[in-house]
């Protein structure tokens, strides 16, 4: 049996988009932490002291939540609008017996 998705609710598509970016990027973001720690230089070329942009790494997480839910938004509003023009996604769906 064929199935069209007619709409996708862009607040709830986008609420759990950006969770999961948001705490999907911090595995990757602790190692990234600590290898910038001990490769990083403690003075540029001019001698001046190089502070380890720390709070960058903080703010990541939340820059990608903050992103992610505008994209899949924004994303979701296009298809909903576009589905007039087009069609939606087709999904084909089967029934599973009991064995």
């Excluded at 950006?18 to 490769?39: E, N, Q």
Aim: proline fraction near 7%; charged fraction near 15%.
């Amino acid at each position: 049996m064929k199935k069209q998705i007619r709409r996708f609710s862009p607040h709830q598509n986008a609420k759990v988009f950006a969770v999961l970016m948001a705490v999907s990027i911090v595995p990757f973001f602790v190692p990234m932490l600590i290898m910038m720690g001990f490769t990083m230089p403690d003075v540029d070329r001019h001698g001046n002291p190089i502070d380890f942009p720390m709070m960058m790494f903080w703010m990541m997480p939340f820059i990608y939540l903050i992103f992610g839910y505008i994209s899949v938004a924004i994303g979701c509003a296009i298809y909903n609008f576009l589905f007039r023009f087009v069609g939606g996604i087709e999904v084909e769906i089967s029934d599973i017996e009991d064995a």
